[in-house]
Each structure stands twice: as structure tokens, then as C-alpha cells.
Nanobody
């Protein structure tokens, strides 16, 4: 079992920055791959960034790869993953979710169905 807790969302003007945090606790193998997904109004939830906490490999979707950056801190009983979001745009407005996938991220890093555990989400609103 894995528990995820996101924080750091809020409102910001376009061009600003935010840092989201996700604390993942529980079985280490079940939270090895941590992903960030977002749902914008009228659209399905989609993956935007993922990190394999075992290898350090990261993935970004094209729309964020030059603006967002992942980092993580491993502790004995939990891992915290950070999503630093720079140069925010109005289209980044969404509910952001942290999710955990058992085992390596590999080719499944943005496969929503492969993530078994989800946080409650944190809202990011970017005003233009």
C-alpha cells in the first residue's frame, strides 16, 4: 500500500513559478515510479512528468519539458518528489495529481492505467 500527499498548488500569474511536492510513503517497490498527471477542464487526465526513483531517470511531455523539472529526495520510509514549474502559462491551469506505479517506469511512465495509487490532487491556476 502506498499513500500519496500533494501540496504546493495555488494561483499565479503567467510567467510565474510554483513548486509542487508529493510525499509517497508505504511499500518502496510500489512507489518506485512516481508520475505527475494533470486534468484540464474538458480534457482527460494526462501524464506530464515522471521519475524512476530507483534509477533517477525522468520523462517529460513536450509541452512542459523545457519549463518543468523533477527532483526527489529518498528517505528511509518515504520519498518526496518535487515538480518545479517555471514560465507558467494559462494552459497549465489544471488539477495536478501525483501517482505511484509499482516497479520501473520504463515504457509505462505516462500510462495512467499502470499507476495503482493516486493522490487527492492539487489545483494550479495560472492567470494571464
Amino acid at each position: 500500500q502506498v499513500h500519496l500527499a500533494e501540496s504546493g498548488g495555488g494561483s499565479v500569474q503567467a510567467g510565474g513559478s510554483l513548486r509542487l511536492s508529493c510525499v509517497a510513503s508505504g511499500d518502496a517497490y510500489s512507489r518506485n515510479c512516481l508520475g505527475w498527471f494533470r486534468r484540464t477542464p474538458g480534457k482527460e487526465r494526462a501524464g506530464i512528468a515522471a521519475v524512476d526513483t530507483g534509477t533517477g531517470s525522468t520523462w517529460y511531455t513536450d509541452s512542459v519539458k523545457d519549463r518543468f523539472a523533477l527532483s526527489h529526495d529518498n528517505a528511509e520510509d518515504a520519498v518526496t518528489v518535487y515538480l518545479r514549474m517555471n514560465s507558467l502559462k494559462a494552459e497549465d491551469t489544471a488539477m495536478y495529481y501525483c501517482a505511484a506505479r509499482r516497479g520501473p517506469c520504463d515504457i509505462w511512465h505516462f500510462s495512467e492505467q499502470s499507476y495503482a495509487y493516486w493522490g487527492q490532487g492539487t489545483q494550479v491556476t495560472v492567470s494571464s
